[in-house]
Nanobody, 117 residues
Framework: QVQLVESGGGLVQPGGSLRLSCAAS????????MNWYRQAPGKQRELVAT???????YYAYSVKGRFTISRDNSKNTVYLQMNSLKPEDTAAYYC???????????WGQGTQVTVSS
């Protein structure tokens, strides 16, 4: 069992930056692929970024070059650094831990990011 707690959301002006954190409790954090999803009102949840257990990172086209995902296995934490934020980045952001070969997936409660002037 893994529990995930996101933090770092808030209100930011266009062009600004935020860093989201997702702290995991439970065992075997380093084995999980960690994902950040987001969901805007009236839209489907979309995958924003992934970091594998080996540290490889993948991004949605809409955020590539602006967002950076990283993980610190010693702290059981994954981060999403978001730069050059745009109003269309406004959404609830969710952390997800996935161990695909065992069919395991866990979700955090989400943190709201609002980009507005």
């Amino acid at each position: 069992q893994v529990q995930l707690v996101e933090s770092g959301g808030g209100l930011v002006q266009p062009g600004g930056s935020l860093r989201l954190s997702c702290a995991a409790s439970g065992s075997s954090f380093s084995i999980y692929a960690m994902n950040w999803y987001r969901q805007a009102p009236g839209k489907q949840r979309e995958l924003v970024a992934t970091i594998t257990s080996g540290g490889s990172a993948y991004y949605a086209y809409s955020v590539k070059g602006r967002f950076t995902i990283s993980r610190d296995n010693s702290k059981n934490t994954v981060y999403l650094q978001m730069n050059s934020l745009k109003p269309e980045d406004t959404a609830a952001y969710y952390c997800n831990a996935e161990w695909a070969t065992r069919g395991l997936a866990y979700w955090g409660q989400g943190t709201q990011v609002t980009v507005s002037s």
